[in-house]
């Protein structure tokens, strides 16, 4: 068993990083044993899954995770087993990636006390983008114009900028800055920039969003096309993290706590 008092704040930052349904938000004090998944499927990664329970200590503000044995596997629309996961260590699952973009999945879960858990998503069709335009102003930071092409209307985006350590073995989010009125950080007024995050429902074949990051050495932008459950998911973390509430895990599912949410990402190099 696993304590930490700031587990579940961990675990938010862990999906942003990495990797919303919107209706409940789970304190982390006082509730019952709760099974949790968190992970992204991407046609270009292996295949990586947490999965444990989850125990709140009514009497105090920390969780404890209890590793959890089952039997896991992806199945196709057809519900045809692609793979099976391997367990790496106490709540880490892998196997190779076998997903195709534009195919809908399923991960599989039966616990060894024949509790049966179901996660699905939907992995998004590629997409290219491409800067148009780049300005560096006096505060060594850069303007750029970012063109997303992408035939799937609506289209749901989250753009970071992440710099490089010179090895290669590390990597950080850097903070944009943008007024662009057609993010969703602007829109509703929750994620003013800076931010680590930009949150654009694309409504348009070809769409152009204007952000400024800082003039660095070894960054890149990665724009990220994710399933409309998954993009509300990691908004509804990111709102809460900025806020310095409390911090808890969301549903996505009434069976479970957590996301697994399908994806395709571009990556644009912005220096070598």
């Known amino acids: 068993m696993i304590r930490s008092k700031k587990l579940i704040s961990f675990i938010l930052l ?22 949790v998944i968190l992970g992204e499927a991407n046609p270009a990664d292996s295949i990586n899954i947490k999965l444990f329970m989850v125990q709140n200590t009514p009497s105090s503000n920390i969780s404890s995770v209890i590793p959890l044995k089952a039997e896991v596997k ?15 260590d106490s709540i880490f699952w892998h196997a190779p990636n076998h997903l195709i973009a534009g195919e809908k999945y399923t991960l599989d879960i039966l616990t060894d006390d024949n509790n049966h858990i179901i996660a699905q998503t939907s992995i998004p069709e590629p ?7 780049t300005l560096v102003t006096e ?9 997303i092409a992408d035939k799937d209307i609506p289209g749901y985006f989250i753009v970071k900028c992440v710099k490089k350590s010179p090895t290669q073995s590390s990597q950080k989010t850097l903070f944009i800055e943008s007024q662009d009125t057609q993010t969703d950080n602007y829109i509703y007024n929750e994620l003013p920039t800076p931010t680590q995050y930009l949150f654009l429902r694309k409504k348009e074949k070809q769409q152009v969003i204007k952000l400024n990051i800082p003039a660095e050495d070894n960054c890149y932008l990665q724009i990220k ?23 808890g895990l969301l549903i996505a599912n009434s069976s479970f706590l957590g996301i697994w949410g399908g994806c395709n990402t571009f990556s644009i ?3 070598e």
């Not at 997409?127 to 335009?133: G, V």
């Open 74 to 88: 992806i199945l196709t629309s057809g519900g045809k087993t692609l793979t099976k996961l391997r367990k790496k």
């Open 225 to 247: 096309k994710v399933d409309p459950l998954y993009y509300k998911y990691l908004y509804a973390c990111e709102v809460q993290h900025s806020n310095n509430d409390i911090p």
């Open 269 to 271: 190099p912005l220096s």
């Open 127 to 133: 997409f290219h983008a491409s800067i148009e335009n």
């Open 14 to 35: 862990l999906i942003l990083a990495g990797a919303c349904s919107t209706e409940e938000t789970i304190s982390p004090v006082g509730k019952a044993i709760r099974p």
């Open 139 to 147: 505060n060594n930071r850069i303007n750029l114009s970012v063109r």
